[in-house]
């Protein structure tokens, strides 16, 4: 079975920029969320969508937004970029987003300069 | 608001030298304690799923356990390979957690051979 597929996996971007971010769960999955990952603050999550809809959501300024197709697979876009949105975003896949476990793709590796 | 804190924050040891990883968590309600091993460039690789004191899950060298108030990852004769930074996450067992783990920082096991 094939894990989960997210691209590109690095990305160099310019402040004030934006940027969206590509993530192909587990097939059979319908649940996705996204981490952004820092040296600083470890693992942070971002939101959740099951089903095409958001069900959760971390605290994230408005400039960060997701959506989920009908496929599960799912885009998360960042706005008007600045310099400490430089991370490594992770997504990761699970049956139904509540007690099963989440499993995570290589994540995109996003600079901004 | 959930918390995790993981001990030590560097472990090195020698290969066949058997060590445990600390995780201390405080929920409003446990609904699950996930433990992922991350290596360098990769995303989290899930390992074990724990969700009641006095459980206990082993796979290969490793063997998770779980009291009310913390977890520990028991290495058993590690092997150099087992090197990764090891994570510890909570689930809350609030309505509102869909997707949502909270992560520790981590530890980051070395094993020399």
């Known amino acids: 079975k094939a894990g989960v597929t997210q691209t590109p996996r690095y990305l160099i971007k310019t402040r004030g920029q934006q940027v969206t971010l590509s993530c192909s769960p587990i097939s059979g999955h319908r649940s996705v969320s996204w981490y952004q990952q820092t040296p600083g603050q470890g693992l942070q999550f971002l939101f959740e969508?099951?089903?095409?809809?958001?069900?959760n959501k971390g605290n994230f300024p408005g400039r960060f937004s997701g959506r989920q197709f009908s496929n599960s697979r799912s885009e998360m876009n960042v706005s008007t970029l600045e310099l400490g949105d430089s991370a490594l975003y992770l997504c990761?896949?699970?049956?139904?987003?509540?007690?099963?476990?989440?499993?995570f793709g290589n994540g995109t590796r996003l600079t901004v300069t | 608001e959930d918390q995790v804190t993981q001990s030590p924050e560097a472990l090195r040891l020698q290969e066949g030298e058997s060590s445990s990883l600390n995780c201390s968590y405080t929920v409003s309600g446990l609904r699950g304690l996930f433990w992922y091993r991350q290596d360098p460039g990769k995303g989290p690789e899930f390992l074990f799923t724990?969700?009641?004191a006095g459980e206990e899950k082993e796979k290969e060298r490793l063997k998770a356990t779980l009291t009310k108030k913390e977890s520990f990852l028991h290495i058993t004769a590690p092997k150099p390979e087992d090197s990764a930074t090891y994570l510890c996450?909570?689930?809350?067992?609030?309505?509102?957690?869909?997707?949502?783990?909270?992560f520790g920082q981590g530890t980051i096991l070395t094993v020399h051979p």
């Open positions: 990761a896949s699970s049956l139904e987003g509540g007690v099963s476990p989440l499993h």
């Open positions: 724990l969700y009641s």
């Open positions: 996450a909570v689930l809350d067992a609030g309505g509102t957690s869909y997707g949502k783990l909270t």
């Open positions: 969508y099951f089903s095409e809809t958001q069900r």
